[in-house]
């Protein structure tokens, strides 16, 4: 039997004799070779997985700034898909989002929201005149005197152009929107020193006001728009809220400029009305005014004032205008010696053989 001496690792065999008595042993030292393989090898295996270990903790690190790089390329990305390289203010996706996440979010449930829209008047003058360049300072301009009006808290965001859009959103009561937007009239007004040249441009305003519960992003924009338009069509530099009636006369408005065109086929809608001109001496009456009138079969009668602007703008105002000097030719033929004032439209002046079309049609009805 083999057995170890002393507790070492040396190994030992007993020798009997007949009797069964050890009378001697055999000992000697073991040949390890996996020990000594180990003792050989070891080094050179401690020093391949330090190597290892280096390099696996280089290639996490590498593949941590990697992915660090790729966030914030990310984030970049999406910094810039959502905000505005002229004035670094939201774009119009990034006010969709923004507009988006505060009638889902929790936090403004029930809040009021104030959504106005602006579009600065004049601002085509300033950019034929002095060139894009001193445009985008302009607009970079207004957006920071826009900021340094409404403050860092509300959102303001560049849809293009020249249009702009402000939230405000407040848990409590309702800010004075009115107040704000005459601010911002006032700061807009101011000149703008651009190439050593001073612009002046001003700024319409559409305001619409609802509750986030039940409001819906396209339908407040929509509104939004709906009252800077009537703001424009009033005069400019001013701010309009949205009123439901305006989206009535904005079908109508529609309506207009769909059937203007088959009106001035027909001889059953268009007609012209004669207001008389009367001599503030005598009391007599010297003449009359020729005014175009237009009764609709549906909405029955249309005023001029919505009318004759919408000919304007759909290229019918010299078929219009052409009509209303020949019933007002004709009036003035049967009436020697009478006033006949008709109203022209700056584009009828415009067309140079407008002059040809007035005397061929004198002489046609045979008016003085």
């Known amino acids: 039997n083999l057995a170890r001496t002393g507790g070492t690792d040396r190994g030992s065999l007993p020798i009997m004799n007949n009797e069964g008595r050890i009378v001697a042993f055999f000992d000697w030292e073991p040949n390890r070779p996996g020990l000594a393989m180990l003792r050989q090898t070891g080094p050179a295996l401690a020093a391949a997985f330090a190597v290892a270990a280096i390099l696996v903790f280089l290639l996490l690190r590498q593949l941590h700034r990697s992915s660090a790089m790729l966030e914030a390329g990310r984030r970049h990305a999406e910094h810039q898909a959502a905000h505005d390289r002229l004035t670094g203010l939201p774009n119009r996706m990034g006010f969709d989002v ?26 085509k003058q300033v950019n034929d005149t002095l060139g894009h360049q001193a445009g985008d300072q302009l607009i970079c301009t207004v957006g920071k005197r826009i900021r340094a009006v409404v403050g860092q808290e509300m959102m303001i965001a560049r849809l293009g152009g020249d249009e702009f859009a402000i939230l405000v959103v407040s848990s409590s009561s309702a800010p004075d929107v009115t107040v704000l937007a005459a601010n911002i009239i006032e700061a807009i007004n101011q000149p703008f020193e651009l190439n050593h040249f001073k612009a002046h441009v001003g700024v319409s305003i559409g305001i619409v006001t609802a509750n986030s519960s039940n ?36 079908q109508l408005r529609h309506t207009i400029e769909g059937e203007l065109r088959e009106a001035l086929m027909r001889n059953d809608q268009l007609s012209v009305a004669f207001q008389p001109l009367i001599d503030q001496h005598s009391r007599k009456v010297i003449g009359a005014e020729a005014l175009a009138r237009w009764h609709h079969p549906k909405y029955g009668q249309i005023s001029p004032a919505r009318f004759i602007p919408a000919a ?6 010299e078929a219009l205008g052409e009509f209303v000097l020949r019933r007002a030719c004709t009036l003035g033929a049967a009436a020697p010696g009478r006033t006949i004032a008709v109203n022209i439209s700056p584009t009828q002046l415009r067309n140079p053989s407008f002059s040809v079309q007035v005397f061929d ?8």
Not at 229 to 249: D, H, L, P, S, T
Not at 312 to 317: A, D, R
Not at 361 to 368: P, Q, S, V, W
């Open 98 to 123: 923004h507009l988006a996440r505060v009638l889902t979010d929790r936090e403004t449930m029930n809040a009021n929201l104030s959504l106005l829209m602006l579009d600065l008047d004049r601002f």
């Open 215 to 250: 409001a819906e992003p396209r339908e407040l924009v929509r509104k939004a728009d709906i009252a800077l338009y009537e703001a424009k069509a009033c005069g400019r530099n001013r701010a309009v809220f949205y009123e439901e009636q305006m989206n009535e006369m904005l």
């Open 312 to 317: 304007e703008n759909t290229g019918l105002i």
């Open 361 to 368: 049609i004198l002489h046609e009805t045979g008016m003085r």
